[in-house]
């Protein structure tokens, strides 16, 4: 019966390796050239996200010359002169006028020139950065573009024009003002040149291509078996840029490898025939044996299990390190999950203390009031200060240093400055080797925020400072927050020093308080602690002590 047993277990495993092996081989072909297309969708994709930054600087770059130009007055004077039948007049006045434009160039280095047309006269104030010849020949098509423009006809109106000069494509921009048509052309060859000194595998070429067909290229004509185009078009779809990847060049590497795995294969399934009977003998009933033990463990016997005979040195360690496992699991389960627990309710304490949707709302009414004010600066400064406050507090890490604390804490108070347009004063006198220490995250700012919600006084005055000090042999951190407010009312003092929840709504920052306090005692456990006090002089005083050491 065993050796029946034995020869049954040998056929299936056979069975199974070749039901195993004969699929792959099959579709192995097929598979190839699966991967092959989607490593070609996923390389088009890969580059488009290349192509896309320079797409959108392309788009940035042209609105911002759309609005030089739309805000840039005419110099109709400087153009009268110059037909002025004095010579020197006429000289002087072009030298002015290329001067007037040459800064404009400057500050806009993609536009190529800069072209005037009054009556039948044009002229242009080229880029000396370019090629003179090209110039010459865009500056042909712009002034008979110019010249057909009817006298009424404001060209600006229908945005960028492009057209094509030579072998060049460009962007032409023209305005009317009175009667005078002037304007810019840039050549949009120029936006591809940081896109050619990338490092992209196989690329053959890079160039534009428009929605009107007015742009030739002459890569268009490729045979497409031999290349292949990858597009990213602009916001609007007037065009786009195309990058041409040579099929040979990319997929190089990976028909190399393709041929290397079907010699692993192959040489797989003869290593797999000589160990189909070792398998069999020496592993494949130790580990059926192993399996059906792991799944008394699974159902909760966690009792020793004795080690069969004549196993390999590899599975005589395993059987041991499962009875090493087992008489440890009982122990630690309980405390794990009791662990978790406590690691949850500090996760869930922190989010909460996190999450507070009217600071974000009232922020954002503060943003929309200088908006309508047309207080740009303002909007921008709060912007940026809110947007630091939020990536802060949704860092995702329960300790952080005194000092990433410290400059939280500071753009908080300028967030408070611009949204209640009142004068704070605060200071902050922590000695500097401490500010490599770390602690719990957003812990000192809650107990700032508590004090700054509580303030009555018009100016707020607020004092952080630190010390470090030695009790029982322990370092500890000591910071203390102050403030010039009305301080704590009695009975909401001993309910603090008692770590109660103060939930009142005239207390509502109690809620942060506790939540801190309970953080603190679950990541040092019971060794850290806030102390909460009123000053002599007026204003509440907050002291917390942490230990120097990290908690869990």
């Keep these: 019966m065993k050796k029946q047993m034995v020869h049954s277990l040998n056929v299936k495993l056979l069975v199974w390796a070749l039901a195993f092996i004969v699929p792959i081989i099959g579709l192995f072909a097929g598979s190839v050239s699966m991967a092959m297309n989607l490593f070609e969708q996923q390389l088009i994709l890969t ?52 001067y007037y434009y040459a800064k404009d160039i400057f500050t806009h280095p993609m536009i190529d020139a800069v072209f005037l047309q009054k009556e039948e006269t044009f002229r242009f104030i080229r880029n000396v950065n370019s ?93 497409q078996k031999k290349f292949f185009p990858v597009e990213q078009a602009s916001s609007d779809g007037s065009f786009e840029i195309t990058a041409l990847l040579n099929r040979e060049e990319v997929f190089r590497s990976f028909k190399e490898l393709n041929r290397v795995l079907i010699v692993l294969v192959c040489f797989s399934v003869l290593i797999l025939a000589a160990y189909l009977v070792y398998l069999s003998v020496r592993l494949i009933k130790p580990v059926k044996n192993l399996t059906l033990q792991m799944n008394r463990i699974k159902n909760g016997d966690f009792s020793s299990h004795q080690i069969p005979e004549g196993l390999d040195r590899e599975l005589s360690e395993v059987y041991e390190a499962m009875n090493s496992m087992t008489a440890e699991i009982e122990h630690l389960k309980i405390d794990i999950y009791e662990e978790k627990l406590r690691k949850q309710e500090a996760n869930m304490q922190l989010l909460q203390m996190q999450i507070k949707p009217h600071f974000f709302l009232n922020a ?46 500071q753009n908080y108070f300028e967030i408070q400055k611009i949204k209640k347009q009142t004068e704070f004063q605060y200071e902050i006198q922590v000695e500097e080797e401490m500010y490599e220490e770390e602690i719990p995250i957003l812990s000192l700012q809650t107990l700032v925020e508590n004090a700054i919600k509580h303030s009555l006084n018009e100016k707020v005055k607020i004092r952080i400072w630190g010390i470090q000090k030695e009790e029982n042999g322990e370092a500890y951190l000591i910071l203390c927050v102050d403030d010039n407010g009305n301080g704590f009312p009695e009975n909401i003092l001993q309910e603090l020093n008692q770590g109660k929840k103060i939930t009142t709504s005239k207390q509502d920052g109690g809620i942060g308080l506790y939540n801190v306090t309970q953080r603190l005692a679950i990541l040092y456990h019971g060794k850290a602690g806030i102390i909460f006090s009123n000053r002599k002089e007026g204003g509440a005083h907050i002291e917390m002590k942490i230990p120097k050491v990290k908690g869990w």
């Design 131 to 223: 090629d003179y010849c090209q110039q010459c020949q865009a500056a042909q098509y712009v002034e008979k573009f110019a010249a057909q423009i009817e006298k009424e006809e404001n060209p600006f109106e229908k945005g960028y024009q492009k057209f094509q000069a030579g072998e060049n494509h460009y962007f032409l921009l023209a305005i009317r003002n009175g009667g005078i048509v002037w304007g810019c052309w840039i050549k949009a060859d120029n936006f591809l040149k940081e896109i050619e000194k990338q490092e992209i595998d196989g690329l053959e070429a890079v160039f534009l291509e428009d929605k009107e067909g007015i742009w030739q290229n002459s890569f268009k004509e490729q045979d």
């Design 364 to 409: 954002l009414t503060t943003i929309m009031g200088f908006a309508q004010a047309k207080d740009y600066e303002m909007v921008q400064k709060m912007t940026l200060c809110l947007s630091k406050h939020f990536r802060y507090i949704l860092y995702r890490g329960s300790f952080i240093s005194l000092e990433e604390e410290l400059e939280h804490i």
């Design 47 to 98: 580059n488009r996200q290349i192509l896309k930054p320079y797409i959108s600087e392309m788009e940035v770059t042209l609105e911002t010359i759309r609005k030089y130009v739309a805000t840039t007055d005419v110099p109709g004077e400087l153009l009268e002169q110059l037909e002025s039948e004095s010579e020197y007049v006429r000289l002087n006045a072009l030298s002015e006028l290329n």
